[in-house]
Nanobody
């Protein structure tokens, strides 16, 4: 079992930045990667970024590439999402997930409860 707890969300003006954190505990060695997804009411959960625990390979959604950076602190079992140049369309609940290195939600086995990010125009 893996437990994931997100933090760092909030209200920010367009152009601003936030740093989201995800604390992973439990059997984290069973997963090869971590991902961030986001969701707004009435829409499907959307891939944002993913990173491999080993080697640090990353992947990003086209909509966030160049603005967001995913990283890990392997010693602390932490995953971060640095979100810069935020836009109103980045608003949503951001979820941390543990699983395979992929851009689809079904590849991830464990999910946190999410943290709300609201970007005002």
């Amino acid at each position: 079992q893996v437990q994931l707890v997100e933090s760092g969300g909030g209200l920010v003006q367009a152009g601003g930045s936030l740093r989201l954190s995800c604390a992973a505990s439990g059997r984290t060695f069973r997963s090869s990667a971590m991902g961030w997804f986001r969701q707004v009411p009435g829409k499907e959960r959307e891939f944002v970024a993913a990173i491999k625990w080993s080697g640090g390979s990353t992947a990003y959604a086209v909509s966030v590439k160049g603005r967001f950076t995913i990283s890990t602190d392997n010693a602390k079992n932490m995953v971060y999402l640095q979100a810069n140049s935020l836009k109103p369309e980045d608003t949503g609940v951001y979820y941390c997930a543990s699983g395979a290195f992929a851009a689809v939600a079904r590849a991830y086995d464990y999910w946190g409860r999410g943290t709300q990010v609201t970007v005002s125009s």
